[in-house]
């Protein structure tokens, strides 16, 4: 089975500072999606950004950016320029590319504070 | 177009109660997930639908959690005879084969069991 490790619980950034947030996983598959999703007070899961493992490249979306390293299993995630709005528990999750959809499994999240 | 919606927001019920939540994907979305976010537990997946029917409920807790899917569509998760430690926030999440199957999250269904 697969698991998602996030060992960081909480961490606070200065607005308009840069921070990464660490996650690692555990799988014997070579195929696969990795995720990250913000949830903010509100509850509701917003997609932040997408890896797919077969890809080298690592993705890119505005202020953020991952850090993908297959080899060491690791996926962290990079918010430069950080904002106030940034401020919310922040999911690492692992999907399967076996079958056309398959569950997700989630890393305990972290909970990200940004400082005015 | 609209994103996932739920129903209710916040549902306060009394153990040993039957409740009923709902969910309501992306239009033309074909896959279906129920997720359940505890304190104790983090994000658990429960049932998981590919149209109509259930190819992995691998996640339902006891045989008091019991799900289904009309027309393609919408979805209700039904817990019977209610206990505390049910008490949690019911996610559901739809996709398509379009973007990797990536997963639309709703707000989400507090229950709170009393």
């Known amino acids: 089975a697969q698991t998602v490790t996030q060992s960081q619980p909480e961490m606070s950034v200065q607005e308009a500072e840069t921070v990464t947030l660490s996650c690692t996983y555990d799988t014997s598959e070579s195929d696969y999606y990795l995720f990250w999703y913000k949830q903010p007070p509100s509850r509701q899961m917003i997609l932040v950004i997408r890896q797919e493992a077969y890809k080298q490249q690592n993705a890119t979306e505005n202020r953020f950016s991952v850090n993908f390293q297959k080899a060491a299993k690791s996926f962290s995630l990079k918010i430069s320029d950080s904002q106030l709005g940034d401020a919310a528990m922040y999911f690492c999750a692992y999907r399967s590319q076996t079958g056309a959809n398959s569950k997700l499994t989630f890393g305990k999240g972290i909970t990200l504070s940004v400082r005015p | 177009g609209a994103g996932v919606s739920q129903s209710p927001s916040n549902k306060v019920t009394e153990k040993g109660k039957d409740v009923e939540l709902r969910c309501d994907p992306i239009?033309?979305?074909?896959?279906l997930y129920w997720y359940r976010q505890s304190l104790g537990q983090g994000l658990e997946f429960l049932i998981y639908?590919?149209?109509?029917?259930?190819?992995?409920k691998s996640g339902l807790p006891s045989d008091r959690f019991s799900a289904e899917r009309t027309g393609g569509s919408v979805s209700t998760l039904t817990i019977q005879r209610t206990q505390q430690e049910d008490s949690a926030v019911y996610l559901c999440?739809?996709?398509?084969?379009?973007?990797?199957?990536?997963?639309?999250f709703g707000p989400g269904t507090r229950l709170t069991v009393l």
């Open positions: 639908f590919q149209g109509n029917s259930a190819p992995d």
């Open positions: 999440a739809s996709s398509s084969l379009r973007y990797s199957g990536t997963q639309y």
């Open positions: 239009s033309g979305h074909t896959a």
